[in-house]
């Protein structure tokens, strides 16, 4: 499997494709970046893309505002996903909507933080749902917070948005890659349900050579403690070692991959998550975050 290196492009330009003969990722996506080569050093350009979680970027920071003070009504109702904003006029109009206990029938009427916004009698709780893709460096764990005073996930994205997002599925301390972050439940159950389990792609590199015959294993399936598991697609990663595969899996279980590879007597040196749900790590450098564009999003929600 080869990884295919790809240097940031200018805003509007084509990314150059590099065809494999032999992979199990699509030559459009970006497989892996090698740990300390010149295709991961970070530039200017990069960090005035995204928020660094040691120091914020304060100049050329293209993150939105995250203020929602005097927004319109319709809008508020449309973010709480009640109706659409064209819906929510009608609805305005027809008296059933109301603000701090009074009915609110105004077109283009605007509301602040912290009023009471009430359709049919019900309280409404429109906080807007946020998406972050962080790509994880090594020695985070992931947990809201940690009693023992361990570096948890969260301080990298603690500058992310003013709402409380929490981490979809878990990475380990010592494997890196991409890690998603959100406010939507319905987006996270989906994600880490069984019936809707999203592939997620791996290159691993283990302490010796993998025998052809333990990917044979690895796609059949192998006994562990919690049932027989089984990856979908596994091959050695193109001008890598021997040593060096890719994977692609959709189980959910806990530190699934390391467990495949001890059961089969190799010990896990390096484990990076370079696709997850569709997601790449496309110029987004390690230790850094952004947030996902509509499209993604969409695609995220329209999924099987």
Request: net charge positive; charged share 35%; with cysteine.
């Amino acid at each position: 499997m080869k990884p295919t290196r790809k240097s940031p492009s200018k805003s509007g330009s084509a990314p150059k494709k590099t065809v494999a003969k032999k992979t199990i990722i699509d030559a459009k996506k970006p497989f892996v970046k090698k740990e300390g080569n010149k295709d991961d050093s970070v530039t200017a350009r990069d960090k005035r893309k995204y928020i660094d979680y040691k120091i914020k970027v304060k100049k050329g920071d293209p993150l939105p505002s995250f203020r929602e003070d005097n927004i319109r009504l319709n809008k508020y109702l449309s973010n709480a996903g009640v109706c659409s904003r064209r819906e929510a006029d009608v609805l305005i109009e027809t008296g059933v909507v109301s603000v701090n206990g009074k009915i609110v029938t105004e077109l283009g009427f605007k509301i602040n933080q912290g009023d009471a916004v009430q359709y049919d009698g019900e309280t409404i709780n429109a906080e807007t749902k946020r998406y972050v893709l962080l790509n994880k460096p090594k020695g985070f764990i992931t947990t809201m917070d940690d009693p023992r005073g361990r570096k948890t996930v969260m301080t990298l994205v603690s500058k992310a948005c003013r709402e409380r997002i929490y981490p979809v599925g878990r990475l380990d301390r010592e494997t890196t890659g991409l890690l998603l972050f959100t406010n939507d439940g319905d987006m996270a159950k989906k994600l880490t349900h069984p019936r809707y389990q999203a592939v997620k792609m791996y290159h691993v590199e283990l302490n010796k050579s993998v025998a052809k015959e333990d990917l044979e294993k690895l796609l059949n399936g192998v006994d562990l403690e919690d049932g027989k598991t089984k990856v979908d697609k596994i091959e050695y990663v193109e001008n890598g070692t021997s040593k060096e595969v890719g994977v692609e899996i959709h189980s959910g279980k806990n530190r699934i991959v390391r467990r495949l590879f001890e059961a089969l007597g190799y010990q896990v040196i390096k484990l990076d998550r370079v696709q997850f749900g569709g997601l790449t790590k496309k110029d987004l450098p390690r230790g850094y975050y952004r947030h996902l564009t509509e499209q993604e999003i969409a695609y995220l929600k329209m999924t099987k």
